[in-house]
């Protein structure tokens, strides 16, 4: 095989990294962008009366499509992982990975759920605890109830969403650096659609469905770190929450990603992600330390059993018999929001991880980061709900006063609780300029025929606009305003995820870099016998002939056995 790079050849369109800005996608998804937070800021009670109808309408009617494409991908990843086509190398043959492992897990795990881990990460096991899930019946604050809150927790945020994640970033690595198509989800619907339907407007209409889904999805993101952040501001100096200061919060974060944007993906985005890494782990370790550490190292198998042995019932739920309510509030919202994060964080992780084969990419995307988030909600989460049962702290109120809130309310149980608030703080302003910067080299990407290196001036005017989306939703109607826009634009995007894995499974059963499989020659070695012997319909024809020699050499009383050997022998 050539070991050439498979992006350099002829007749699999441009190189990723000379895409200019497509001015036409950029035109209409900004004017559609600007027209939803002009609704939403000027159409008063008008916005709030759609959004809720249309989201009681999807949860009502489409909670069966979120649940069962969620497994879909966890399959298929697993399968995919396991199977021959984990050989293929995203790239070259030879090619080697851009990045370090340790900078590649970090980027990766910044841009997934770095804000949301912070604001969720005590708030959901307390949630849990203090109020299980309906279908699972255990009393609320119970030793039952504690264990039913981290595997639930586990359950929305680690192998399933990352799966998600992980099928839009293979699709994504594999059509930009195995065929050259660059960097946008039109170009993996290449197989689908043809070249040319993907490169027209169909396959514009594929990449402005990721742009609005990417926008709100991220914009929801900065809307809870900007929640948070005020909230830390509250109860470390004492500066009352209010929509001013959360909008004072985002302009100033958004100018940092501004900053941090100019330096570049080596630079900025690579140290931040790094810095986030070191900083998180530390205030990790910290509560691990001082918390109840025996209790949390009990939590860790305990909970990890006990998700693994009702993965099957808690992802086969779809309301259908009970609890509707609660599974929208919870798994449908977490599905949603994933899927609408997708193009985001899977081009961004595909656009880190050139070199890499399949395997090592989905074990990676899928393994890494559901390790690290199993230990944090044990540390974080277990500590909080230990606080709580053992009377150390009061943590019901907390969760009362808001999710933002429980984070601080079990740092400030603990020695020094001011100094680890503060440092709870920096890293959620971290994790906004990271979240926001990879997400706005994403939509610079999309909107520039899939650029590795979009102009900073596009990648700039997105995080803008980004940053404004979130500021106004805050606005308008707070976090449900937030949860209610990414849940919406993420339901037309299942349809767009099914359709990727299909047609991922079609390029990667056609690439020789699989090796053989069992049901006959790779396609490559095919390709090349017909190659050697002529035109298909040629050597159909002389099969013909061959057979047509053999009967008239029967029926003159010749040796067939032996006549075939010649034969055989001549050819």
Not at 90 to 111: K, Q, V, Y
Not at 451 to 464: Q, S, Y
Request: glycine fraction near 12%; charged fraction near 15%.
């Amino acid at each position: 095989m050539s070991t050439e790079p498979i992006d350099h050849l002829p007749g699999t369109g441009p190189r990723p990294a000379e895409g200019r800005p497509d001015t036409k996608v950029i035109g209409i998804g900004m004017a559609a962008v600007v027209a939803v937070v002009g609704w939403a800021a000027l159409g008063g009670d008008s916005f709030d009366d759609a959004s809720s109808s249309a989201l009681d309408w999807v949860l009502s009617d489409f909670a069966w499509l979120f649940v069962t494409a969620a497994d879909a991908f966890l399959v298929l990843c697993v399968v995919i992982a396991l199977s021959r086509f984990g050989r293929i190398r995203l790239g070259a043959d030879d090619s080697e990975p851009e990045f370090t492992n340790l900078a590649w897990i970090a980027m990766m795990f910044s841009a997934g759920m770095g804000i949301g881990l912070m604001f969720y990460g005590v708030g959901e096991p307390l949630q849990h605890y203090l109020d299980p899930p309906p279908a699972t019946g255990v009393p609320p604050r119970s030793g039952a109830a504690a264990r039913t809150a981290l595997e639930y927790s586990f359950f929305h945020w680690t192998l399933t969403p990352w799966a998600i994640y992980g099928i839009a970033g293979l699709a994504l690595a594999y059509a930009g650096f195995r065929k050259g198509r660059g960097n946008t989800l039109s170009a993996a619907f290449v197989p689908l659609m043809g070249e040319r339907r993907a490169r027209s407007w169909p396959g514009r209409t594929i990449d402005l469905l990721a742009v609005f889904a990417t926008v709100f999805g991220t914009a929801t993101s900065l809307g809870l770190g900007a929640l948070q952040v005020a909230e830390g501001l509250n109860l470390t100096v004492g500066v009352e929450p209010s929509t001013t200061t959360e909008l004072v919060i985002i302009v100033s974060l958004s100018a940092a990603f501004v900053l941090s944007a100019f330096s570049g993906l080596h630079k900025g985005v690579k140290w931040l992600s790094t810095l986030n890494i070191v900083l998180a782990a530390a205030l990790m370790l910290f509560v691990f330390l001082l918390g109840p550490t025996v209790y949390v190292l009990d939590t860790v198998p305990a909970s990890v059993g006990g998700y693994l042995h009702q993965l099957l019932p808690m992802a086969s739920r779809t309301g259908a018999f009970s609890d509707r309510a609660w599974l929208g509030a919870w798994t449908i919202f977490y599905w949603a929001w994933w899927l609408s994060w997708a193009p985001f964080v899977g081009t961004f992780i595909a656009r880190i991880s050139r070199g890499r084969t399949v395997r090592e990419f989905l074990v990676g995307v899928l393994l890494v980061p559901s390790g690290a988030t199993v230990i944090w909600f044990c540390v974080m989460g277990g500590t909080a709900i230990r606080l709580d049962s053992t009377g150390a702290a009061d943590l019901a109120g907390a969760v009362r006063d808001g999710a933002e809130a429980s984070l601080f309310a079990m740092l400030d149980a603990l020695p020094i609780g001011t100094v680890t608030s503060y440092v709870a703080m920096l890293l959620v302003m971290t994790y906004f300029v990271t979240s926001a910067d990879s997400a706005s080299l994403v939509m610079g990407s999309l909107t520039s025929r899939g650029a590795l290196h979009p102009p900073t001036w596009l990648v700039v005017a997105w995080g803008v606009l980004m940053a404004a989306v979130a500021a106004v939703l805050l606005v308008a109607g707070g976090l449900n305003a937030l949860q209610t826009a990414t849940i919406l634009v993420a339901l037309p995007f299942v349809l767009v995820m099914l359709g990727l894995c299909w047609a991922l499974l079609k390029e990667l059963r056609a690439d020789p870099g699989a090796g053989p499989s069992r049901h006959g020659a790779p396609h490559g070695v095919r390709d090349a016998v017909r190659a050697m012997v002529g035109d298909a319909d040629t050597v159909r024809g002389a099969s013909r002939h061959h057979r047509l020699r053999r009967a008239a050499k029967s029926r003159l009383g010749g040796d067939a056995g032996g006549e075939g050997r010649g034969d055989g022998e001549a050819g």
